[in-house]
């Protein structure tokens, strides 16, 4: 057991844990924050990722202790006022079915277009590759980044 | 309009007034009201709930796995109530014996069927009595009223209330014996596409699935079951396991061993350190010695499923015959949520929170284990993160029941990918043998197809199993001599409902031996169909539309070409046009075109998106899927070896919804089965080589393939 400092969504938590408990497991259970998702466990499917200093990243697959000082961000914490333009276009195209992946999917979505603020499908296709769905709702992923990205296409 | 449902004044119940002076009322499916006719019981199946503030309170008691029938069904009440779109309010349904017929979310039934006519003519009751308090208040024909936006007005004089302000007095009032009924020309909900009442909260996070249930002093739990199927606990040695910080509780259950904890990670992590002696029974097959136990059957003799003519000695008198051999693998449903479980077992009462296709199994399963009758047995059904059949099952309820009996204390129980992967009831593996006979003029004479497959679900009569041959026994063409008969494998891999079920392979065999036929009697495959669909207008059509809007028989670039796939399925009519080609020598979809007659259409872009997810399921099968076993066990564990279609591989899709004014159909599923075979008789068409067992990763391509101008290299 270790003593670790995790900054979530701009609060600091001090958690008595093993080191080598995936960050995911210590947003959910141990903070409360449920919007991320537990889908593989071993980073192949992405519906736990989150930002570490505003870069996508599988929480499952990473231990709380080499999370160090990188600010993490939650889907609860991605946006402080209102709604993300990523949120916003999620919602405008209505691209959730069950939507449990859909939590990861928009934390990479919004991690991708603060990279390449008009990715190309084909950036969409390598930066998206790794978020699964089994609802099939690719489609409107694809639709809805160039939305956000402000670049609605017919 | 066809009017299925004939209600009668006692279908309906007035519960009566709320605390605060509302309007509640309880309406039945057709089956629950034959029922009340004989019985005089009531059973009442959606509560539209009207409120003094005017709030109406739709109830919904399906489950809502991304369907968007917590938007659908409130559309239909609200459309013939005149509601107020943005004074709807949507709860979900405990489980409940029979307060609300059948909560059984399976095969795209949560509209067609019943709940349809059942939830118009609610609203339109409901609207009714309103006008009628309303008239009364006034003193004035009701006929001078009329509604809109959850308001009575009275037209000659302006005057106007809220349904909420009429919904102590419409209360008192009789319910209409025959409420009218929108001409659907006055429809302002159904058939508009509105958006999903879920999506704000489920792009924030906030929506709640089953992992997401927090109970005050809930522990955490995973569990362990024998690789093997038929496999139990021998003994096992938790030393190591509660050394892990965290770890509460290491209790056996009836299908294995569950670790308990004050958090996930500790649970996952004991359970890795577990060490278990498993009793592995006596299953030991792999998949090679399944096919060949099927490959065995075949040769026995076959019930009889669907017989017209004489099938042998039409065979016999052939111009031209073709034989072909067709296998499909297991598949495992692997729902993007995995199997979990939040359960509260108490001396005299238990609580159940569960993402469930099935809440009255959740229920019984409880009460049978706890010894508990049905009444002190609460379940709640959350979101599902996907169902796809899989959660029609309770085994993973068991566990989380029996950890919290063992535990007193409530459990969340989730099983890991793994666990998920290597326990399902998976989609059957199967086999099936086809003899097809043309005439002289290349017209389908004959067709004798038999199938072998696990059975699971209703038995049809003489020993034929009804979900092996759906799709096969009512398959769509007219032949004049058809033959399709059942051989029943006994192997002990748990084989059930998978998104389509029967046809998710039938129409694949089908549909690729049709296309075989079609290119040995020289024909295009669009036309050979099309001829031999003359009893299916619906289908035709569909068929006609797609190869229309896909440009069927026009050229395409070298390197492409096109196949068709066509399915009718859970009341749905649909096509598809695969258009494909190879990358790197693997087969790559590079656009699908559906044309599908659903019926009258609730929401148009939920039906779109759950088309266009059909496909996206369907792709997965045909490119990735598979489950193999060995030595009794199955390999795949992970996403890694059972890759699920990616957002790259993603094909451009059109989907054309076909105007129809028959009674609504399933949309959830019949998208599914068309594209397997779209796909491999464009492959078909583009490189000559005819894919009779999927996967398409265990397939390989000539070198040249895709160069080469294939038989039917026009389409």
């Not at chain 2, 004074?87 to 979310?105: C, E, F, L």
Request: net charge negative.
């Amino acid at each position: 057991m270790a003593t670790i400092s995790l900054q979530v969504n701009g609060r600091q938590y001090s958690l008595e844990v093993s080191p080598d408990t995936p960050l995911l497991w210590a947003l959910r259970d141990l903070i409360g924050l449920t919007g991320t998702k537990y889908g593989c466990g071993q980073g192949l499917c992405g519906c736990c990722t989150v930002h570490l200093a505003g870069k996508a990243a599988r929480s499952c697959i990473t231990p709380v202790s080499a999370v160090g000082d990188r600010p993490v961000t939650t889907i609860e914490g991605l946006s402080r006022d209102g709604l993300h333009r990523v949120q916003e276009a999620w919602i405008a195209e209505d691209v959730p079915q069950c939507g449990y992946c859909q939590p990861g999917q928009i934390m990479s979505a919004a991690a991708l277009l603060a990279d390449q603020p008009e990715p190309s499908d084909p950036d969409i296709d390598a930066a998206m590759e790794g978020n699964l769905c089994r609802c099939g709702t690719y489609d409107r992923v694809r639709r809805a980044i160039h939305r956000a990205a402000g670049e609605e296409r017919s | 309009m066809k009017d299925i449902v004939k209600l009668r004044r006692r279908d309906f119940l007035k519960l009566g007034s709320l605390a605060g002076g509302g309007l509640i009322l309880g309406v039945s499916l057709p089956q629950q009201m034959l029922e009340a006719a004989e019985g005089e019981a009531f059973q009442p199946n959606v509560f539209i709930q009207i409120d003094p503030e005017n709030w109406v309170t739709v109830c919904v008691h399906k489950s809502e796995m991304g369907q968007g029938i917590r938007t659908a069904l409130p559309m239909i009440v609200a459309d013939e109530l005149d509601a107020d779109w943005n004074r709807i309010k949507v709860t979900q349904a405990d489980a409940h014996p029979d307060k609300y017929g059948s909560q059984m979310t399976v095969g795209s039934r949560s509209i067609r069927g019943g709940a349809w006519m059942t939830l118009r003519r609610a609203g339109a009751s409901a609207r009714e009595m309103l006008v009628a308090a309303a008239a009364a208040r006034w003193q004035v024909p009701p006929d001078q009223c009329r509604t809109e936006n959850s308001k009575v007005i009275h037209a000659p004089t302006g005057r106007e209330a809220t349904y909420g302000e009429l919904a102590k007095a419409a209360s008192q009032l009789p319910l209409p014996d025959e409420p009218r009924l929108k001409d659907p020309a006055e429809f302002r909900f159904i058939g508009k596409s509105m958006h999903q009442v879920d999506t704000p909260d489920r792009v924030q996070g906030k929506a709640t699935f089953g992992l997401d249930v927090r109970v005050p002093g809930m522990l955490f739990a995973t569990a362990v079951h024998c690789p093997v199927f038929g496999g139990s606990v021998e003994s096992f040695d938790a030393s190591r396991t509660r050394e892990v910080p965290g770890v509460k509780e290491v209790v056996q259950l009836s299908q294995g061993v569950a670790v308990v904890a004050e958090h996930t990670w500790a649970a996952l992590r004991g359970a890795q350190l577990l060490d278990v002696t498993w009793n592995h029974g006596g299953f030991s097959m792999s998949s090679s010695d399944i096919s060949a136990h099927f490959r065995e059957v075949a040769e026995t003799e076959g019930a009889v499923a669907r017989k017209e003519g004489d099938v042998e000695a039409a065979l016999g008198s052939a111009a031209g015959r073709l034989e072909a051999v067709y296998e499909v693998p297991y598949l495992a449903h692997a729902t993007m949520e995995p199997m979990n479980c939040t359960a509260h077992v108490l001396a005299d009462r238990c609580e159940i929170w569960v993402p469930t296709q099935n809440p009255q199994g959740v229920q019984s399963t409880a009460a049978r284990l706890t010894g508990l009758g049905i009444d002190r047995v609460t379940v709640h059904v959350t979101f599902l993160g996907c169902g796809l059949g899989r959660r029609s099952r309770t085994d993973f309820v068991q566990d989380a029941v029996e950890a919290s009996m063992k535990t007193g204390a409530p459990v969340q129980m989730v099983w890991t990918r793994e666990e998920d992967m290597q326990h399902d009831f998976y989609r059957p593996a199967t086999y099936t043998r086809f003899q097809g006979g043309l005439d002289a003029e290349g017209k389908l004479e004959a067709l004798k197809v038999r199938v072998v497959a696990p059975p699971f679900g209703g038995e049809g009569p003489g020993g034929v199993n009804r979900n092996s041959v759906d799709g096969v026994a009512n398959l769509p063409y007219q032949i004049p001599h058809l033959l399709v008969d059942y051989c029943r494998p006994n192997v002990p891999v748990p084989v059930g409902y998978w998104r389509s079920v029967g046809p998710s392979q039938n129409a694949f065999v089908i549909e690729s031996f049709v296309d075989e036929l079609a290119h040995a009697a020289k024909r295009d495959p669009f036309e050979f169909r099309r001829e031999l669909l003359a009893s299916e207008p619906r289908l035709r059509h569909v068929l006609e539309v797609a190869a229309q809007r896909s440009g069927w028989g026009k050229p395409l670039p070298e390197g492409r070409a096109r196949g068709i796939g066509l399915v009718i399925n859970k009341g749905g009519y649909v096509a598809q046009v695969a258009e494909v080609s190879l990358r790197d020598g693997r087969p790559w979809v590079e656009k699908v075109t559906c044309a599908a007659d659903c019926g009258r259409i609730i929401n148009p872009d939920t039906a779109q998106a759950q088309i266009v997810g059909s496909i996206a399921y369907g792709l997965t099968a045909v490119l990735h899927g598979e489950i193999s076993i060995e030595g009794g066990r199955v390999r795949q564990s992970n996403f890694h070896d059972y890759p699920l279609l990616s957002i790259a591989e993603m094909p451009e899709v059109e989907v054309v919804l076909v105007e129809s004014t028959e009674e609504p159909g399933g949309v959830g599923e019949p998208g599914v089965p068309p594209i397997a075979p779209a796909v491999t008789n464009a492959l078909f068409a583009l490189t000559g080589t005819r894919i009779r067992k999927l996967p398409l990763s265990n397939a390989a391509f000539p070198a040249n393939a895709g160069k080469a101008v294939a038989t039917a290299g026009s389409h």
